[in-house]
């Protein structure tokens, strides 16, 4: 068998990772993100310059794997004895927001300001900690959600389930539904359109309208009640854009109480919750709930039985 490497200089070191079956058909970024614990920027600057190749040659991040594939990375990028890790007793903690477990997937409540992943400032997130907390078993994540956006999120145990919950997301039928304050009063509901496009500002990424070059996104608000000047609101977005709801919300004149990135009124909190998310997996529909954190004003709610108000509305919508 030739040298993998051969084709590769030999002023550092490098590791090859032999593609096992169950990993085949996953993307190689999402392969190298789980292998390496770096920032992805890194990583895609990487494989852009070559510097991680497959079978020797350079390869997109969105190649997906072969068994038995050899995918070569410079050693200085792996965990080392001495480098810090999460340890288990310090990542303990996330297992409090387990809402459910089988041996498919996990459902977790993520708490606000908690990242899904490591990067972009962040050097551990959601998918860090349970790996860390339960190094012997396998986790990926199915989607993201906002550091600052509370609420349901799935992550699956098995590369069968991540293909199958990542086709449904693809097709939107994955059933999504928010919680959020605005920082107005909303009077009707609205149905946005709006396409969207990522820019930076200040250095920090948002999505911004564009509709000469964005991407189609749709998001339905429909108000709830008011209290103090702002709106519950009721959330279903019909697409999953980038920051999509809270650049809608921007887009009406009316964003997200305590979203100051896209220029919400002041709060120390940040008010958007995933609350309701259904999906199914080999056959079986799950349909889970989550009320928001308790910090969110209880005079919004005036006593009701939340889930009637919901599906009475998503009924109608």
Not at 158 to 173: C, G, I, T, Y
Not at 239 to 259: E, K, S
Request: include cysteine; charge should be positive.
């Amino acid at each position: 068998m030739s040298d993998l490497t051969s084709n590769i200089p030999k002023k550092i070191s490098y590791r090859t990772l032999i593609v096992p079956e169950e990993r085949a058909d996953q993307r190689l970024d999402n392969f190298l993100i789980a292998k390496l614990r770096v920032p992805k920027s890194l990583i895609y600057n990487l494989l852009r310059r070559g510097k991680i190749r497959v079978n020797t040659r350079k390869a997109d991040p969105s190649y997906r794997l072969i068994a038995e594939d050899a995918v070569v990375v410079p050693d200085q990028y792996f965990e080392t004895d001495t480098k810090p890790t999460i340890s288990v007793e310090k990542s303990g903690w996330i297992l409090d927001y387990i809402v459910d477990e089988n041996n498919d997937f996990i459902i977790f409540n993520k708490p606000s300001g908690l990242a899904t992943h490591g990067g972009s400032g962040h050097s551990f997130g959601l998918i860090e900690l349970i790996r860390a907390a339960r190094p012997q078993q396998s986790f990926e994540l199915v989607h993201r959600l906002d550091r600052e956006t509370s609420g349901l999120i799935v992550v699956a145990k098995k590369r069968s389930v991540l293909r199958e919950l990542n086709a449904q997301f693809a097709d939107r039928a994955v059933d999504k539904i928010y919680l959020t304050i605005l920082s107005q009063h909303c009077r009707r509901k609205e149905n946005i359109e709006a396409p969207l496009s990522a820019k930076r500002q200040n250095n920090i990424r948002i999505s911004v309208p564009d509709h000469a070059n964005g991407s189609m996104a749709k998001t339905s608000f429909i108000p709830l009640s008011r209290h103090l000047g702002h709106t519950l609101c009721l959330v279903i977005p019909e697409t999953g854009r980038m920051h999509q709801i809270r650049a809608h919300a921007a887009y009406m004149d009316n964003p997200i109480l305590g979203d100051t990135l896209y220029k919400g009124a002041q709060d120390p909190h940040f008010y958007l919750h995933a609350a309701q998310l259904s999906f199914s997996v080999k056959g079986q529909t799950y349909v889970y709930q989550q009320e928001p954190p308790q910090f969110w004003d209880q005079a919004f709610f005036k006593g009701w039985d939340l889930w009637k108000v919901i599906n009475k509305h998503t009924i109608k919508h």
